[in-house]
C-alpha cells in the first residue's frame, strides 16, 4: 500500500494528493497450511491491487496441485475431501474438486495432438476395457493406447483413444491420425489377435512387420490356468517362444500340449491357430526378440492403470476418464528414466535389417 500510494502511513505527504487508506477486508486463504485469515488494506479509490494475494484468489499456488495429484492416484471426490478436511481443515465442495480437474482437459488436448518423432522401431497397441456412463446406461468401452519405442529405446505414450468397443476399423483410424502426427515409419508392431488388426496396419504403413504379442499369448493363456498351476504353466510357455529356432519351438510346444492338454485343453490349441503370426520372432536376432518380448510395456502399462482406476466403478463420462488416465499416464512415463534393456545391441541389429529405414541421426 505505501508503494501503491507513495507515502507511509500517517504520513504528511498524502494530504491532498487524492487517494487515502481506507480500512482494510479480512479474507480466509486455503493453503499447504491449513486456513488461515489475513486482513487487506483498502484505498479510497479502489484501485489497490495485492500483489502476493491477488483479488478473487482464495488458495496459496500449489493447491489446486495437490488436488490433482491426488486426483490422478485414483482418489475419489470423496476421498479428496475427506483428506483435505482431515490434513488441512479445508472444507471444498465436489464443484470445487471438479473444477480443478476440469483444467487438465485442455493439457490432454494438447498431449493428444502433439507433434511425434518420424520413426518408431517398435509399436505396441492394445485396449484396456474400462465402464463408462453413456446415454444414461453403464457400458464398457475400449481405452485404445499406443506405446511407441523412440529410437533412443525410451517408451513413449503416444496417444489414448475411447470407443464403445475394440475394433480393427476403429484401429485404422488411430494408426492413420499417428501418420497424421508426423509418424513416417514403423519397423515392428507387437498387436494381440484381433481378426483384421495386421492389415489395418498394413493399409497405412505396408512395411510395418506384424508380430503377435508374446505377452498377450501368455496372458490370455494363464486365464484357463489355476493359481497353483500358473507358475509351472508359465514356464513351459517360455520354453515355447525362447528357442532359438522355429524347430526348438515347435517341439517345445508338442511338449506342452502332452503335459498340459489333458488338464488346460484350451492353450496348446490357441498357440497352434496363432502360430503364422508368432513365428515371425523367430526371425529376429536375440537383442531384437528380447526387446519385443521381454519389455512388458503394455502388460506393466495396463496393471498400474488398473491400480488407478479400480477405485472406480464407473465413469461419469468419457472426460473424466480421460483426465483421470491422462494423469497416471504422466505418472508412470515420469518412471521410464531409461532406455528398454539390450537396446543397444537391438538398435544394431535394427540397422543391419532395415537398412536406410533407419535414421542416420536420432
Known amino acids: 500500500m505505501i508503494h501503491h500510494l507513495g507515502y507511509p502511513k500517517w504520513s504528511p505527504a498524502g494530504k491532498n494528493t487524492g487517494n487515502s487508506r481506507n480500512g482494510k ?3 480466509k486463504i486455503k493453503g499447504e497450511f491449513g486456513q488461515m485469515e489475513i486482513d487487506v488494506p483498502r484505498d479510497r479509490n479502489g484501485e489497490f491491487q495485492p500483489v502476493i494475494i491477488p483479488k478473487g484468489q482464495s488458495r496459496f499456488d500449489g493447491f489446486d496441485d495437490k488436488i ?3 486426483y490422478a492416484r485414483g482418489m475419489s471426490t470423496r476421498e479428496i475431501q475427506g483428506h483435505l478436511k482431515e490434513i488441512y481443515q479445508i472444507e471444498v465442495s465436489p464443484e470445487f474438486i471438479s473444477s480443478v480437474t476440469d483444467s487438465v482437459m485442455e493439457d490432454v488436448r494438447q498431449w493428444q495432438n502433439r507433434p511425434l518423432d518420424s520413426v518408431y522401431p ?5 485396449a484396456l476395457m474400462v465402464k463408462v456412463k453413456d446415454q444414461g446406461h453403464i457400458v464398457n468401452k475400449a481405452v485404445y493406447l499406443a506405446i511407441g519405442i523412440t529410437m533412443e529405446g525410451r517408451k513413449e505414450i503416444l496417444g489414448m483413444w475411447i470407443e464403445k468397443s475394440e475394433g480393427a476399423k ?4 488411430v494408426i492413420t491420425e499417428l501418420k497424421n502426427r508426423g509418424v513416417k515409419d514403423i519397423f515392428i508392431a507387437c498387436v494381440d489377435g484381433l481378426k483384421g488388426f495386421p492389415d489395418a496396419i498394413n493399409a497405412v504403413f505396408p512395411k510395418t512387420e506384424i508380430q503377435l504379442c ?17 507358475k509351472a ?3 513351459d510357455l517360455k520354453e515355447i517362444y525362447r528357442p532359438a529356432t522355429v524347430e526348438l519351438a515347435e517341439k517345445a510346444l508338442q511338449a506342452f500340449s502332452a503335459k498340459w492338454d489333458e488338464k488346460y485343453p484350451a492353450i496348446s490349441p490357441s498357440w497352434r491357430n496363432n502360430w503364422a503370426n508368432i513365428i515371425p520372432l523367430f526371425s529376429y536376432p536375440p537383442e531384437i526378440r528380447r526387446a519385443i518380448y521381454t519389455t512388458n510395456a503394455i502388460e506393466s502399462l495396463n496393471m498400474s492403470l488398473r491400480k488407478v482406476i479400480k477405485t472406480k466403478s464407473s465413469f461419469p463420462n468419457d472426460d473424466a476418464l480421460k483426465k483421470i488416465l491422462y494423469l497416471a499416464l504422466k505418472n508412470i512415463e515420469k518412471k521410464w528414466t531409461m532406455p528398454i534393456q539390450n537396446w543397444s545391441g537391438a538398435i544394431n541389429q535394427f540397422l543391419i535389417l532395415f537398412g536406410d529405414r533407419v535414421p542416420l541421426e536420432h
Not at 517398435?122 to 492394445?126: N, R, T, V, W
Not at 476403429?170 to 483410424?173: K, S
Not at 508374446?214 to 500358473?230: A, E, G, Q
Request: charged share 20%; net charge positive; hydrophobic share 50%.
Open 25 to 27: 477486508n479480512t479474507k
Open 68 to 70: 490433482i495429484s491426488m
Open 122 to 126: 517398435i509399436l505396441y497397441l492394445d
Open 170 to 173: 476403429f484401429w485404422l483410424q
Open 214 to 230: 508374446i505377452v498377450h499369448m501368455v496372458r490370455n493363456s494363464l486365464k484357463f490356468v489355476s493359481w497353483k498351476d500358473r
Open 233 to 235: 504353466v508359465a514356464g
